[in-house]
């Protein structure tokens, strides 16, 4: 098996390594600090850093009317601190003290409501795991284009805003977390290029407490003792449920595809709610990536309790929640595309073709096909032996873990080059990885943003008619009752006239 994982890495290394005079290598390892390697990505401080810059320039007008702020957000039980960046139109901000704007706020978290009353909400999560360094770099992009600083990514085919109010797709207040695991990012920027966990080595996008499960798959995918426990995911729980937004979205890489709930379980969720998210979802593929959408767990092949978006879905009640992974090196990125490609035809064939292939033992689980693929060795897909099936389901157990970057393939620590498998490894790719997903991000507020004023637009309409009806009836009632006192006056009065 460890065979198939080394063939991937030497096809992924080939492909990666497109500046080989930047990247050092020792035994197909990267080394050395993210400075030095690969100086085009921005350290935890420098991202800070730029943000604090843009919400300066934003107060001098720079950023049109977006106004961009800047704070900290602790937790008296842990030792971590989030910045968290909230943008808005500086007409919806408020002036002097921005009393109206805490006011707002303040009604949200005394009500908990999430309506479009006060404009469409929408929070975006960058860097949970942090080795995926691209993430990170992609929100600072998205702020850097919304405060519309010309060549935003210094390729020389950047993303100007386009109008700044338009720059937020409908939305009227941002919230980015754009580094939500720092002080293991500095880690990795150190040249720990593949450590995914906290510094208390517990992955954050398994300790939120919608179905956690304490259950230890991997060093990789420890849930912590309880769901929770780190502060990371104390403080990004603690502002979502205080913002309420419309849409949550937490941006990985080591793969290619986009998630909705539920990832806790094959299950999707009911009807209406799973339809309005694939129609946002469904123009983004087609667009920007190629790429399969859908129940997070059946596109990974991997079942990931204690999950944000699960927690965002089902406690906060917010009805747009997604997980995007926005990069994989190019043998992963082709698998995605074939991946994306079967989803287009099983809906074609409306279940039929599924149905025949079944027949035929012919494996549909993706995973099953890259695994096999790897390793001819192996049981082919679709092989009915019991033992065979035994094994297979192993394999892609691991390859779905490895496909949706739970770990690394193989021994990371020996051979694996964690670095070029989460994140671009030269400068062209890079900035053309945040340009796309930059307008991806921008699609996706303004698809949101729709779906939210048109589900408010159809509550609205059937409140007026429920209330029409209501007052018909009633005004029948009042009727039915006049009538009905009219005719007993008569009958009485013919009654007492009688000889």
């Known amino acids: 098996m460890r065979g198939a994982w080394r063939s991937l890495w030497v096809l992924a290394a080939s492909f990666a390594v497109t500046d080989a005079a930047a990247i050092l290598r020792s035994k197909d390892r990267l080394v050395g600090n993210i400075a030095d390697v690969a100086p085009f990505y921005h350290t935890g401080a420098q991202i800070h850093d730029a943000a604090v810059a843009l919400a300066k ?3 001098t007008g720079g950023c049109g009317d977006l106004a961009i702020e800047v704070g900290q957000r602790s937790d008296d039980k842990g030792p971590s601190t989030l910045d968290v960046v909230t943008v808005t139109r500086r007409s919806s901000a408020a002036t002097g003290n921005g009393s109206s704007l805490l006011q707002r706020r303040s009604l949200r978290r005394s009500t908990q409501t999430n309506t479009a009353s006060d404009g469409v909400r929408a ?20 702020l850097k284009t919304l405060c519309n600083i010309g060549n935003a990514s210094g390729s020389g085919s950047g993303t100007n805003a386009g109008g700044l109010s338009a720059a937020l797709g409908g939305a009227s207040e941002l919230k980015l977390v754009l580094n939500a695991n720092p002080r293991s990012r500095g880690e990795v920027e150190a040249g720990n290029y593949c450590l995914r966990t906290n510094e208390d080595r517990v992955d954050l996008n398994r300790n939120w407490g919608e179905h956690f499960n304490p259950k230890v798959e991997s060093d990789e995918t420890n849930p912590g003792p309880s769901g929770f426990s780190e502060p990371e995911t104390r403080i990004l729980r603690d502002i979502a449920t205080e913002f309420q937004p419309h849409l949550f979205l937490t941006v ?4 290619l595809l986009l998630g909705t709930p539920f990832g806790y379980t094959n299950n999707q969720p009911p009807g209406p709610k799973e339809e309005k998210m694939i129609r946002v979802l469904t123009p983004i593929s087609d667009k920007y990536c190629d790429c399969p959408f859908g129940s997070l767990a059946k596109v990974i092949n991997y079942e990931a309790p204690g999950n944000s978006i699960d927690y965002a879905f089902e406690d906060l009640n917010v009805p747009f929640a997604f997980t995007w992974e926005i990069y994989a090196n190019q043998d992963l990125m082709d698998y995605y595309h074939w991946s994306r490609k079967e989803q287009k035809e099983e809906k074609k064939a409306g279940g039929a073709m599924e149905a025949a292939e079944k027949k035929m033992g012919a494996s549909k689980d993706p995973a099953a096909v890259l695994a096999w ?13 019991a033992t065979s099936l035994v094994q297979r389901s192993n394999k892609e157990r691991r390859m779905g873990q490895m496909l949706s970057g739970l770990e690394p393939a193989g021994d990371a620590s020996q051979n694996g080059d964690c670095f070029s498998q989460f994140n671009p490894a030269s400068e062209g790719e890079y900035h053309a990885v945040l340009d796309k997903w930059t307008n991806a991000y921008r699609d996706l507020l303004s698809s949101v943003s729709a779906e939210v004023v048109a589900a408010g637009a159809a509550s609205a309409i059937s409140l007026s008619l429920s209330l029409s009806l209501s007052l018909s009836l009633s005004s029948l009632s009042v009727l ?5 006192l009219a005719l007993s006056l008569s009958l009485s009065l013919s009654l007492s006239l009688s000889p």
Not at 373 to 385: E, R, T, V, Y
Not at 480 to 484: E, Y
């Open 252 to 255: 990985h890489s080591g793969a």
């Open 373 to 385: 693929s790897l390793d001819p060795k192996s049981p082919a897909p679709g092989a009915d032996d």
């Open 123 to 142: 929070m975006l999560v960058y860097g949970e795991h942090a080795r995926e360094l691209i993430s990170p770099e992609s929100g600072l992009h998205l």
């Open 57 to 59: 320039t934003s107060q």
């Open 480 to 484: 039915s009752r006049s009538l009905s």
